[in-house]
């Protein structure tokens, strides 16, 4: 039989244990924003074009903001996954990754600083190699050929997509060698002979240009393009679903008023957005990633007809009924 003072213990100890469960079940005060980045190019260049942006976020959000660099997009992807990033500026392939895989949510897109609403794959060889869409996809083994990080939208899902799948073709039984590397890699190693082709993308193209170095106008001017995508849309920004809503907030009033309005300091703004080649972000939601699932799923049907792979194709072919609901629901064309 139990005392009151047993009653009371209990009582206390229930109590004790369903504040430690509400507890648990909050989002952590958060000590530190770790924002995500891709070294697409060298890091001590992205870190210039980086720092003055993640200066304003940490002056806005009042918590130091601290970059993460991933040398590729599994990295980065498996850094969200384990609560060691944020958020951060993710491609549509990649992005969808975050979503499916590391808790993440898109909340933010890139605008092309061009105005046009989206950007390119490209494949490029070096000027006056006499190498020809035809000749690269003749497979006869005697090219070397580079490609994207796995989870590259440009780099490797468009190809893929667009040029390669839809003929039967696997750049590893294609090419001599196929190389993964980021894209400013691929184009100095197209420019100097160590690649034969390389795909890219018209957004890194512009950036070089941009930076306006001997080095980069001697680059591109030793570079034509034998092939380019469909349009692709720009790229969105992911965050961790559990991130503290107040932090969430800041974030938000933060990206949506950088770079607008009139005078000196929102000028200013726009030149630092200048060097990560975006024009003010939009909001956008996981709906963005529609137009990249539909890329995947079309992807996975024609490999799956290509192999006579009936339950695949049923599978992939689901999914794309899947996208069109969604894609009505979204109100998307």
């Known amino acids: 039989m139990f005392t009151r003072r047993t009653v009371i213990a209990i009582a206390g100890a229930l109590s004790l244990a369903a504040c430690a469960r509400q507890e648990a079940s909050e989002p952590a005060a958060p000590q530190v924003v770790n924002f995500s980045i891709m070294s697409t190019e060298g890091r001590q260049t992205q870190m210039d074009d980086w720092g003055p942006f993640l200066a304003d976020m940490e002056k806005a959000v009042g918590l130091p903001v601290k970059p993460f660099f991933g040398t590729n997009y599994t ?19 990649s992005g969808l990754e975050a ?3 590391a808790n993440g949510e898109v909340f933010a897109r890139t605008v092309n600083p061009s105005g046009t609403d989206g950007y390119q794959a490209v494949i490029v060889v070096k000027k006056g190699a ?6 690269l996809l003749k497979c006869d083994r005697k090219l070397n050929f580079g490609m994207g990080d796995a989870k590259s939208t440009s780099g490797t899902l468009a190809p893929m997509t667009y040029l390669f799948a839809p003929r039967g073709v696997d750049p590893n039984t294609c090419f001599k060698t196929v190389r993964s590397a980021n894209h400013e890699a691929n184009l100095f190693s197209v420019a100097q002979g160590l690649l034969d082709a390389a795909t890219n993308n018209t957004a890194s193209m512009d950036r070089m240009a941009m930076l306006g170095t001997q080095m980069s106008k001697k680059t591109l001017a030793d570079l034509e393009v034998i092939w380019t995508s ?10 961790r679903k559990d991130l503290d809503p107040a932090l969430k907030a800041k974030i938000d009033a933060f990206m949506f008023s950088y770079g607008t309005g009139e005078g000196p300091e929102a000028e200013r703004q726009r030149k630092v957005l200048e060097r990560i080649q975006t024009l003010p972000f939009k909001p956008a939601d996981d709906t963005h990633l ?4 539909e890329m995947e799923a079309t992807g996975q049907l024609i490999q799956a007809r290509s192999k006579g792979d009936a339950a695949a194709m049923k599978a992939a072919q689901a999914e794309l009924d899947r996208i069109v609901q969604d894609r009505k629901a979204a109100g998307q064309n």
Do not use: C, H, Y
């Open 75 to 93: 990295s980065l992807i498996e850094a969200m996954r384990f609560k060691q990033t944020d958020l951060g500026w993710f491609t549509n392939q």
């Open 99 to 101: 979503v499916r895989r």
């Open 130 to 135: 006499g190498i020809t869409l035809e000749r």
């Open 230 to 239: 469909p349009r692709i849309p720009e790229d969105p920004m992911v965050r």
């Open 290 to 293: 529609i137009p990249v699932r």
